[in-house]
Nanobody, 126 residues
Framework: QVQLVESGGGLVQAGGSLRLSCAAS????????MAWFRRAPGKEREFVAA????????YYADSVKGRFTISRDNAKNTVYLQMNSLKPEDTAVYFC???????????????????WGQGTQVTVSS
């Protein structure tokens, strides 16, 4: 059974930074793409960032490009999301997801993911 456990969320002022972590277990972490999605209050879940199995391909939503950085450490079975210059509109529950594929443009879509974490709350105050 695959388990994904997010951490690092919290309350931060606009312009601040947070680093989210997602620890994975139960499958060969280094073989699969990983991603972060988020769901803001009253909105649908949306794609934030994705990274291929090797880290060689990375994708971002336009809304976070230049501010967020996704990375992974295959030795630690962990994926990270460094979030800088946070804005109130970044307030959401952030979910880590593990894909059934290793890479490709399809990593931008939720249908590519078969396991999800419980989520961690990020709140950005103005």
């Amino acid at each position: 059974q695959v388990q994904l456990v997010e951490s690092g969320g919290g309350l931060v002022q606009a312009g601040g930074s947070l680093r989210l972590s997602c620890a994975a277990s139960g499958r060969t972490f280094s073989s699969y793409g990983m991603a972060w999605f988020r769901r803001a209050p009253g909105k649908e879940r949306e794609f934030v960032a994705a990274i291929s199995w090797s880290g060689g391909s990375i994708y971002y939503a336009d809304s976070v490009k230049g501010r967020f950085t996704i990375s992974r450490d295959n030795a630690k079975n962990t994926v990270y999301l460094q979030m800088n210059s946070l804005k109130p509109e970044d307030t959401a529950v952030y979910f880590c997801a593990s894909s059934s594929r290793g890479g490709g443009y399809g990593l931008k879509y939720s249908t590519a993911y078969d396991y999800w974490g419980q989520g961690t709350q990020v709140t950005v105050s103005s």
